[in-house]
């Protein structure tokens, strides 16, 4: 299993931004699909965006486009969520996640990060 460690979490006004990094421990870091998912309390966990290198494609929720950019830095084996126009309903626990699938579904990933809390203030 691939291991993940998140950072870049924090407290920020609503419209500031914040960048999430998350590094991997895999040997074929680019060969991974990677992923962002949130947990907001009494919430169930959702899907934010995903980076599928393989096919050159990325993936948003609806509630994060236009506002949301993931990327990747595969020398680094890191992924990134850089976060601008944030808003109190972004408030969540951040996660990353690794897998092989297409990108678009939770089942699509088998390692998961730590997480890492945003708060978003109004």
């Known amino acids: 299993q691939v291991q993940l460690v998140e950072s870049g979490g924090g407290l920020v006004q609503a419209g500031g931004s914040l960048r999430l990094s998350c590094t991997s421990s895999?040997?074929?870091?680019?060969?991974?699909?990677m992923g962002w998912f949130r947990q907001a309390p009494l919430k169930e966990r959702e899907f934010v965006a995903a980076?599928?290198?393989?096919?050159?494609?990325?993936y948003y929720a609806d509630s994060v486009k236009g506002r949301f950019t993931i990327s990747r830095d595969n020398a680094k084996k890191t992924v990134y969520l850089q976060m601008n126009s944030l808003k109190p309903e972004d408030t969540a626990v951040y996660y990353c996640?690794?897998?092989?699938?297409?990108?678009?579904?939770?089942?699509?990933?088998?390692?998961w990060g730590q997480g890492t809390q945003v708060t978003v203030s109004s």
């Open positions: 895999a040997r074929l870091f680019s060969t991974y699909t």
């Open positions: 980076d599928n290198w393989n096919y050159g494609r990325t």
């Open positions: 996640a690794a897998g092989g699938g297409l990108g678009v579904s939770e089942t699509d990933f088998g390692s």
